[in-house]
Structures are given as C-alpha cells and as structure tokens.
C-alpha cells in the first residue's frame, strides 16, 4: 500500500459544486501539504499543515479550504468549484529531519 | 525571497546521450535543494537532495547533481540517457535554509528520449 493516499484519483464536477480531496498517510509525519500542478507552473503550494492545531496558508489559497482531522488526514476542500480550479492536486507528507517530501499519486480535478 | 529557475521546458536527447537538466536558484540563506522526478500519471519522487555536505550528490537512476555556489546552480546530469528516463523533472529550494522551510518548485523540465 501507498505510504499517502490520495482519494479520489479522477473526479469531474460542475461549476459551483462543493469538493472535497482527501489524504491520508502511514509514514507518521507531522507536516502535511496540498500543491496544486498546472502544466508549465510547476507545482504551487495551496496549504500546509504543521500539526493538528497548526494549518498555514500556501501561495495560492484562494478558493481551497482544509481541514486536519488527525495527524494522518489532512483534506482540501474547494466550496463552490470553478473552471479555473482544474488541476492535478497532490497531497505531501514531509520528513522533518531531512526536508523530503512524500507524494500521494495525485488526484485529477475536472471542473466544468 | 528564495526562487528556482529551471531552463528548458522540454529537453529532447538521444538514448545513450548526455542529460542535463539546468536549475538555477536564488537564495539569501544557505539553501537545501532537491530535485524530483513525475513518471507520466504518477506522482513526484525524490532522485536527490543538497544538503549542504558533498557538492556532487549521486541520485537513483544514475543521476546526479553539482552544487555550484558562486553560479548559483544545480544542474542534473546523467552520462548516458535511456528510454525509461522520459519523465518530467523538477527543482527545488527550501523557503529559507535548512530541512524546515516550504520546498519552491522549477516550472518543471519535460525529457524526452529518441531511441
């Protein structure tokens, strides 16, 4: 099994919709984080999580919300999806010692 | 404030050939640098990190990297290309030095390889 797992993989919705990404993880991490891949922007960072009671905003917010439900969960949220928010969402898990980052696989958002 | 920049968006070599992938970056701390692979539909994986011990770091794969402070460049290397190196490759920089900053990503290097 994926050491982060990210929920769904594919997901096409409609514009105003309410979606929520989910992510979870088995490499007991404390920081977790949401990037979003666009192509030729490379990846941007949306939000990020130190703990449970810690969650910071990324470069590009707007729009997303999170939530960390444990230290091994941490969701994004869009509340009313629009076009310009199709991406590909990855979830990451970071070592703290060393700085690396651990990718989910991804989850392709559609939006139409 | 800390950037990557990654030259070429698409790098086309032959198999067998020479790889380099060009990252500069700017920092005004210290900086701890990574570079990451994306395998087509899959997601990002470490090839290898500075982490301010050796300047030449050896990756998986057969990669490498030189950190070069006073270019301000981590370029990627490979001596000989293959097929299953066709990937998109990314660089990255810590926010501010050490393992805790946010990793700032390159816009990202498509390599395409001819057989």
């Known amino acids: 099994d994926a050491d982060v797992t990210q929920t769904p993989r594919n997901r096409i919705t409609k514009t105003g919709k309410r979606i929520m990404l989910e992510c979870s993880q088995t490499k007991g991490h404390d920081r977790m984080y949401w990037y979003r891949q666009d192509p030729g922007l490379g990846l941007r960072l949306i939000y990020y999580s130190f703990d449970v009671k810690d969650i910071n905003k990324g470069e590009i917010s707007d729009g997303y919300s999170v939530s960390r439900q444990a230290q091994a969960k941490f969701s994004l949220s869009l509340e009313s999806a629009i076009p310009n928010q199709t991406a590909l969402y990855f979830c990451?898990?970071?070592?703290?010692?060393?700085?690396?980052?651990?990718f989910g696989e991804g989850s392709r958002l559609t939006v139409l | 404030a800390q950037s990557v920049t990654q030259l070429g968006s698409h790098v086309s070599v032959s198999e067998g050939a020479l790889v380099l992938l060009r990252c500069n970056y700017s920092s005004s701390v210290p900086p701890y640098l990574f570079w990451y692979v994306q395998y087509p539909n899959q997601g990002l994986q470490l090839l290898l990190k500075?982490?301010?011990?050796?300047?030449l770091v050896k990756g998986i794969n057969g990669f490498e990297a030189e950190f070069k402070k006073s270019e301000t460049s981590f370029h990627l290397t490979k001596p000989s290309a293959h097929m299953s190196d066709a990937a998109e490759y990314f660089c990255a920089v810590t926010g501010y030095g050490g393992s805790q900053g946010n990793l700032i990503f390159g816009k990202g290097t498509k390599l395409s390889v001819k057989p």
């Open positions: 990451a898990t970071r070592d703290r010692d060393t700085g690396e980052l651990f």
């Open positions: 500075y982490t301010s011990a050796a300047t």
